[in-house]
């Protein structure tokens, strides 16, 4: 028997990882320069590549994820397109079978800087498994993992956070989550901090 997971809604890309303090620097210098509002309009323009410098979302040397977040609603239908279940995940608790929280903790060096990177856009992740056909779908063997991310600089100042449900567990077994991009909208939201100095907050 086949099953279909879909979680429809926001979802996050994080990106966490290392930038030279020089290259914060050049880049300040550029957005002054350029009369820019704040980083987040540098890294939409071909700045980066003029100063030969690579994308915030390739700085990644961290941790790098995707996945829906808090705003979304999972989906479950079988094999006949039939819903089996219909709920937001705000409405879960984190005390059921259903939702389980992981939390993963970063901290940059004194040497760089740290870099948290956040774009929320709409979509729709998805997942199908097999389950016995003589068993049937069981809800309580199905869970959803949160997983935290919390990023702080060298000198331990709190830099940011980020959420995704990135896996499905059903009977034991761990199952990601992917982006059906057909159905990705062209709405983004991005924050960019830099240690604890936040560089914008961009809206395209």
């Known amino acids: 028997m086949e099953i279909t997971i879909e979680v429809k809604g926001y979802g996050n890309e994080i990106v966490i990882g290392t930038i030279a303090k020089d290259e914060v ?18 890294y939409l323009s071909d700045g980066y590549d ?31 397109d039939d819903i089996l279940f219909d709920d937001a995940i ?6 059921t ?38 068993e049937g779908f069981n809800i309580e063997k199905l869970g959803i993992v949160k997983r935290i991310f919390e990023v702080y600089s060298g000198d331990n100042e709190y ?8 896996k499905i567990t059903y009977d034991g077994n761990k199952y990601d989550l992917e982006l059906d991009s057909s159905y990705t909208e062209d709405f983004m939201l991005m924050y960019l901090t830099i240690n604890d100095k936040n560089y914008g907050i961009k809206r395209f």
């Open 25 to 42: 620097k050049q880049i300040n210098d550029y957005v002054v320069e350029h009369d820019m509002v704040d980083f987040g309009e540098f």
């Open 50 to 80: 003029e100063l030969g410098f690579t994308s915030w979302w390739e700085k990644d040397d961290l941790r790098h994820a995707y996945g829906p977040n808090d705003e979304s609603t999972i989906i479950i239908k079988d094999e006949n």
């Open 90 to 95: 705000e409405n879960l608790s984190d005390e």
């Open 97 to 134: 079978p259903l939702y389980r929280v992981e939390v993963e903790k970063f901290k940059g060096n004194l040497n760089d800087e740290i870099l948290f990177g956040r774009a929320t856009e709409k979509g729709v992740w998805y997942v199908t498994i097999e389950v016995d056909d003589n």
């Open 159 to 166: 830099v940011g956070d980020g959420v995704v449900f990135d």
